[in-house]
């Protein structure tokens, strides 16, 4: 077989699924029920048939994605011209969280990277934002940010998962931002539902790849472990937004005297008081 033959063969064999993010299709974490916390991303591979290929990394923002992630995958890859069957992107969990959030910003990051994804994958998954995200929570700017994810993935022709209404207490941490195990399994299943509905044939479904048995002292371990993450986290916050209500006043209080002394200071010895 000649070269140019088998190098074209090369070029039109699809190497599966290609993903960038953050931690959430990172994955990695504590067990759950003897469950290892896997990446989303790779449960969809595997419940495919496919191969799995990610460049997604903890606390990263959609920024990471454009600047270092990318590159990584084009200085990295063996061969960053071949095509993949699916490209995941889930994205904007730490950019809505942060103090610099700018929708315009993430609006135009974000569609280079599905762009990127696009031209390279039959097909892309993204991912809208759970509405109660985050302690202190992220409030109105995660609605922000799902208008963007699903009006430029609109425009770019990505299929959508639908989070906004994600976050079981078995299924979330009690950070309320990142997926458990079985957290990640369940988002795992909602994509492929997704890619279902697209005509993608799904071969084995997550749930079914896992055997946990679970018990009453474990149950109660858990759910006792949960209510102290979840009060500490919970407690943390409401200073944090106490003491960012309050600092604002506290200066305002401390400059006052300030003045004052001036006033006194700048006024003529000699002068009389005021009427």
């Known amino acids: ?51 799995f290929t990610t460049y997604a990394v903890d606390g990263a923002g959609v920024g990471d994605v454009v600047g270092s992630q990318i590159r990584a995958f084009t200085e990295r890859s063996a ?15 730490n950019d809505v969280r942060g103090l610099a959030w700018d929708p315009a ?55 959508i998962v639908d989070l906004r209404d994600f976050g079981a207490r078995n299924l979330v941490m009690a950070d309320h931002v990142h997926p458990t195990a079985f957290g990640q399994i369940a988002i795992a299943e909602r994509a492929l539902a997704v890619l279902e509905r697209d005509g993608v044939p799904v071969r084995v479904r997550p749930s079914a790849l896992v055997d946990f048995e679970t018990t ?24 944090s937004r106490t003491l960012s209500e309050i600092r604002p006043r506290l200066g305002a209080l401390s400059r006052t005297p300030r003045r004052f002394s001036a006033t006194l200071i700048n006024r003529h010895p000699t002068a009389p008081p005021p009427p």
């Not at 991303?41 to 048939?49: C, D, F, P, Q, S």
């Not at 985050?134 to 609109?154: F, S």
């Open 105 to 159: 910003v993430f609006a135009r990051d974000y569609a280079t990277a599905l762009t990127f994804l696009r031209e390279r994958c039959d097909r892309v998954l993204t991912a809208t934002a759970p509405l109660d995200l985050g302690r202190p929570r992220a409030g109105a700017k995660v609605a922000e940010l799902n208008r963007a994810i699903e009006r430029t993935a609109g425009d770019l022709g990505a299929l």
């Open 79 to 93: 061969r960053p011209d071949a095509p993949y069957d699916v490209g995941c992107l889930y994205i904007g969990v």
């Open 1 to 51: 077989m000649s070269y140019g033959i088998m190098a074209a063969m090369d070029q039109d064999c699809r190497l599966g699924v290609l993903a960038f993010g953050d931690s959430i299709t990172n994955g990695g974490g504590e067990l759950q029920w003897g469950v290892a916390l896997q990446s989303w991303a790779l449960w969809v591979a595997r419940a495919l048939g496919l191969a």
């Open 216 to 239: 009453w002292p474990g149950r109660l371990r858990g759910e006792a472990t949960y209510v102290y993450r979840h009060t500490k986290i919970s407690t943390r916050a409401l200073a």
